[in-house]
């Protein structure tokens, strides 16, 4: 038997992996290392191939396939008690309504927020899953409280500095930098002068104050004010991270969207969307605009979303503000 974890590209990806590694070795449901592994996933990508329906488990979590049908198609081709899925995302959620026989029948969780209408992240979700009788390790509540974005509401900057640290090093699930940084994460508290504080979120405020002069630059430069998609909107052609658009001389509170785009190995133009509007929800936009676009995607959260899509379809989205020739004044 081989473990498959197929897990979310990002963050709370890894960390959910590795909380479902980290298990499945402790429980003796894998016997060794070697009997797991890791598929990074992202919205767009192919299902594995090396996957053996017949034999091998399932852990899906912070992830699911695109569209319905295609997740529904991979769901009936493994057997029963060998998939679990656990995914904090809307998408899955919605498309767990829409598939009552199938998708909701798959053991594991999907839900957006906790019992008190809290957003609540997959490697949170992940971690009361399999250990329901544990605390949730504090450096899971802060990644939790960034990917959710949670920290916002909460004021919560240390979960910043984290998400700064973790992007500071090699934090994937397969990866042993990457495991001995989630293994410490698993077995730390908020101890003022543990690892976690002393150390990662200590660490991630000094490289914040860098990365907050180097974004300012970027989305000075590049970034410009106008529609999307008849949102009102700042767009640049960069890599997506919602905390570049702080920046920006207009500020994220006073449009419904922030929108990153860009051209990926593969061929395609990667669309990025982020809101911090009540009223706007970027996971449905994102479904709505990849759905109708040349390259069948799309979806997220309610605050961050994208899509996959080629450039004369961007184009199209995209209504300037400012004519070409005085764009310059930036
Ligand atoms: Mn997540």
């Given at each position: 038997m081989t473990l498959r974890i197929l897990h979310h590209n990002d963050p709370d990806g890894f960390a959910s992996a590795y909380i479902v590694y980290d298990y499945a070795l402790g429980a003796r449901?894998?016997?060794?290392?070697?009997d797991i592994c890791f598929h990074s996933m992202a919205y767009g990508m192919p299902i594995p191939a090396e996957i053996d329906y017949a034999k091998d488990s399932i852990v899906m979590v912070d992830f699911s396939l695109q569209p319905l049908s295609v997740m529904e198609a991979f769901a009936a081709r493994i057997p029963e008690k060998q998939f679990v899925w656990i995914d904090h995302h809307k998408t899955s959620v919605d498309m767990e309504k829409e598939s009552p026989g199938i998708l909701a029948t798959i053991p594991g969780v999907r839900r957006v927020?906790?019992?008190?209408?809290i957003p609540i992240a997959a490697c949170e979700l992940t971690w009361k899953f399999f250990r329901p009788d544990e605390d949730v390790p504090a450096g899971i509540e802060l990644l939790g409280s960034w990917d959710t974005w949670r920290y916002v509401a909460q004021n919560n900057i240390n979960a910043k500095y984290f998400i700064t640290y973790c992007n500071s090093i090699d934090c994937f699930a397969d990866s042993p930098e990457g495991q001995e940084f989630w293994s410490k994460v698993i077995s730390s508290t908020n101890d003022p002068y543990g690892w976690l504080m002393d150390t990662v979120v200590h660490e991630g405020e000094v490289i914040s104050r860098i990365l907050k002069i180097e974004n300012r630059k970027r989305i000075l430069g590049r970034g410009f004010a106008g529609k999307f998609a008849g949102y009102s909107a700042i767009m640049t052609n960069d890599r997506g991270s919602s905390l570049m658009f702080e920046d920006y001389k207009v500020p994220p509170s006073e449009v419904d969207l922030m929108v990153s785009f860009l051209y990926s190995k593969e061929g395609f133009w990667n669309v990025s969307l982020y809101s911090?509007?009540?009223?706007?929800d970027c996971g449905a936009i994102a479904k709505r605009l990849g759905e109708a676009g040349p390259i069948p995607s799309g979806g997220g959260h309610k605050g961050a979303a994208g899509f996959q899509c080629d450039w004369p379809y961007i184009e199209k989205l995209i209504e300037r503000k400012e004519s070409k020739n005085v764009a310059k004044e930036d």
């Amino acid at each position: 038997m081989t473990l498959r974890i197929l897990h979310h590209n990002d963050p709370d990806g890894f960390a959910s992996a590795y909380i479902v590694y980290d298990y499945a070795l402790g429980a003796r449901i894998a016997e060794s290392a070697q009997d797991i592994c890791f598929h990074s996933m992202a919205y767009g990508m192919p299902i594995p191939a090396e996957i053996d329906y017949a034999k091998d488990s399932i852990v899906m979590v912070d992830f699911s396939l695109q569209p319905l049908s295609v997740m529904e198609a991979f769901a009936a081709r493994i057997p029963e008690k060998q998939f679990v899925w656990i995914d904090h995302h809307k998408t899955s959620v919605d498309m767990e309504k829409e598939s009552p026989g199938i998708l909701a029948t798959i053991p594991g969780v999907r839900r957006v927020n906790d019992d008190a209408g809290i957003p609540i992240a997959a490697c949170e979700l992940t971690w009361k899953f399999f250990r329901p009788d544990e605390d949730v390790p504090a450096g899971i509540e802060l990644l939790g409280s960034w990917d959710t974005w949670r920290y916002v509401a909460q004021n919560n900057i240390n979960a910043k500095y984290f998400i700064t640290y973790c992007n500071s090093i090699d934090c994937f699930a397969d990866s042993p930098e990457g495991q001995e940084f989630w293994s410490k994460v698993i077995s730390s508290t908020n101890d003022p002068y543990g690892w976690l504080m002393d150390t990662v979120v200590h660490e991630g405020e000094v490289i914040s104050r860098i990365l907050k002069i180097e974004n300012r630059k970027r989305i000075l430069g590049r970034g410009f004010a106008g529609k999307f998609a008849g949102y009102s909107a700042i767009m640049t052609n960069d890599r997506g991270s919602s905390l570049m658009f702080e920046d920006y001389k207009v500020p994220p509170s006073e449009v419904d969207l922030m929108v990153s785009f860009l051209y990926s190995k593969e061929g395609f133009w990667n669309v990025s969307l982020y809101s911090t509007q009540d009223r706007i929800d970027c996971g449905a936009i994102a479904k709505r605009l990849g759905e109708a676009g040349p390259i069948p995607s799309g979806g997220g959260h309610k605050g961050a979303a994208g899509f996959q899509c080629d450039w004369p379809y961007i184009e199209k989205l995209i209504e300037r503000k400012e004519s070409k020739n005085v764009a310059k004044e930036d």
